[in-house]
């Protein structure tokens, strides 16, 4: 290896965030058209059309990511797609295109590869995108998606995560906590398999949980929501890796604080039941879970009766000043100062949490 | 592992491009903007204003695509870059952002992702693109680099595979073989370090040939030659995997046969005394070595006094009807079939080549 000069950091003591800060700090902007770089969900380009390009790109790596103990190829496929269109949703944009590049070990033959790009088909059809490019090559070791989203929003339209407003409503879709569950009992049925391979694994009762772990959705509907109802979200950001940790990234681009009741925040009954199973609290996997991939956003208060009749959506907080600081409102009436506990995959500890 | 079928055929039974066929013919196109997909060096979209955009990926392995032995990681960062935004170049385009994503094991720290990144940056400066996005993971073994680019090209100026006419002109920028020939240099020094770790190699004499292998250029400024002369070539591709594999993609692409002669094809006087060092022909490493990111474009007969006059070019045969063949007319006066020889990463042979 090359020598790199005789410091040695290691990248958990900066962590994910910490390292991008760090590395692309002393970057220039050359393009006019680059209206905005690193730092929100996708990139946004200004070509002169009528419309703004976004960029957005995720590695999905095994045995960091993903384990193909429990993930069939197809899933994977779909899924290393999803993430990706999700992030151009959450800049209220419509994806229209995707590159996806593959790195796999000799281990996998035609057949494996067919099926993941089976499920790459799937989304693309599902969510009518276009596959334009890519790059598939061998590897050393193990398998490896990476994939670029590319999508178009109106200039007007775009949201970021750094418009909230103190007064604005906080908002979420869907319902959380289920694809961190639904990771934790596959995780165990692994375990079960790896000390009783005769014993089949009964995942028959946890379909709800299991697939929003393995076939999660971006929610372009919502986006589409959004426009029947005129409706422009002062920010915006997908849930990827938690409740907390997403919405402190909405409250620290915005120069806001944040107030988080609770009793709002959407779980699914199922993922209450398994939560409980697990003793594990629902709340908390609503916060740190991670992967839900439903939109977080806020909305002026003046947007109240459009987000009434929003489907599947939930007002769970309110903006507040930054002096205020970032709090959840507990259903028993505390206040608790809300903190990022979303996994980071360069801290030991939580390699192969997801 | 999931299952994927009883059927096992193994990807270096199809190859790369057979691999790449296999699986995206039953993709449909959904977006009036996807001009073009899969099948060239970059798709081209069109989002409605007056600059098409163009969109390449390409992955970078360790052990696949480059050696950490005798590759600085500044020169691996600037490398990924190049290699992408020469694909823009080969559309005759205009390179304007890029998105990096980074997978790294543990025993990377900080300091070699800052040094990786100071490559990245000064490709970045050195091209004037933007970083405008990207994803830092861990990884379970090894390193690995995916970039994507983005660019820009007038709409009657975008030059495809196909666009190649008989009568047409093959033209080459620059000097070929030489990229590969620095590998070969760096492989052998390699081993003789692994077999006598005291003895220092001694590299200072080969500058060139090792600066084409770890620190190509994507020919942006031929790119710009080109506007100036208001010259569109009629078919362009750039030299990555070796002059005979690209050129046959083109007359494939365009339904042509080609003559190409042996005496024009460019090689560096350097790269010529290397080859007869490692007893090999100099046209075979120019024909088959790869990774030489020069442009290679036809241009129709009556665009010659341009061609003439445009810098380091030159015209080393011509396109043919289809009937005719893909043919290499030798310095002695004979006719070779010309093959594709490029290197085949799922060949198990041509594994560590580069």
Redesign the interface.
């Known amino acids: 290896?090359?020598d790199?000069?005789p410091?040695?950091?290691?990248?958990?003591?900066?962590g994910?965030f910490g390292?991008?800060d760090?590395?692309?700090r002393?970057?220039?902007?050359?393009?006019a058209?680059?209206l905005?770089?690193?730092g929100d969900d996708?990139?946004v380009?200004d070509?002169?059309?009528?419309?703004l390009?976004l960029?957005?790109?995720?590695?999905l790596?095994?045995?960091?990511?993903f384990d193909?103990?429990y993930?069939?190829?197809k899933h994977l496929g779909y899924k290393a797609v999803v993430v990706n269109l999700s992030d151009i949703c959450a800049m209220n944009g419509r994806p229209?295109?995707i590159?996806v590049?593959?790195?796999?070990s000799?281990?996998?033959?035609?057949?494996?590869?067919?099926?993941i790009?089976a499920g790459i088909?799937a989304a693309?059809?599902a969510y009518?995108?276009?596959?334009?490019?890519?790059?598939?090559?061998?590897?050393?070791?193990?398998l490896?998606v990476?994939v670029?989203a590319?999508g178009?929003v109106a200039r007007e339209k775009v949201t970021w995560r750094r418009g909230a407003r103190p007064g604005d409503l906080v908002c979420i879709t869907g319902d959380l906590g289920a694809a961190y569950l639904g990771l934790q009992l596959l995780e165990r049925e692994k375990q079960v398999f790896l000390s009783q391979p005769d014993l089949q694994p009964d995942l028959e009762d946890q379909k709800y949980i299991v697939g929003r772990q393995l076939k999660p959705e971006a929610r372009v509907d919502m986006i589409a929501e959004f426009a029947r109802k005129e409706l422009v979200p002062t920010a915006m950001i997908d849930i990827s890796d938690g409740l907390a940790s997403d919405l402190l990234h909405i409250a620290k681009a915005s120069g806001t604080g944040v107030i988080l009741e609770e009793a709002n925040i959407p779980v699914h009954e199922e993922s209450r039941l398994m939560a409980f199973r697990f003793q594990l609290d629902p709340t908390t996997c609503a916060l740190s879970g991670g992967e839900d991939y439903e939109l977080l956003f806020t909305v002026d208060p003046g947007d109240l009766e459009k987000v009434r009749f929003l489907p599947d959506t939930y007002i769970a907080g309110e903006i507040t000043e930054a002096s205020e600081g970032c709090y959840l409102h507990s259903a028993g009436g505390h206040r608790h100062l809300l903190r990022a506990q979303g996994w980071d995959?360069?801290n030991?500890e939580d390699?192969g949490k997801s």
């Open positions: 290896m090359s790199s000069g410091a040695s950091t290691p990248i958990s003591a900066l994910e390292l991008i760090r590395i692309t002393d970057f220039h902007t050359w393009q058209s680059t905005y770089g690193v996708a990139a380009l070509y002169g059309g009528e419309l390009t960029v957005s790109t995720d590695l790596l095994e045995g960091i990511h193909l103990m993930t069939p190829l229209t295109q590159t590049s593959l790195g796999l000799s281990r996998f033959p035609v057949e494996a590869v067919e099926e790009y088909r693309c059809d009518q995108v276009d596959l334009v490019g890519g790059d598939t090559t061998s590897s050393k070791s193990g490896l990476s670029t590319i178009q995959h360069f030991p390699q």
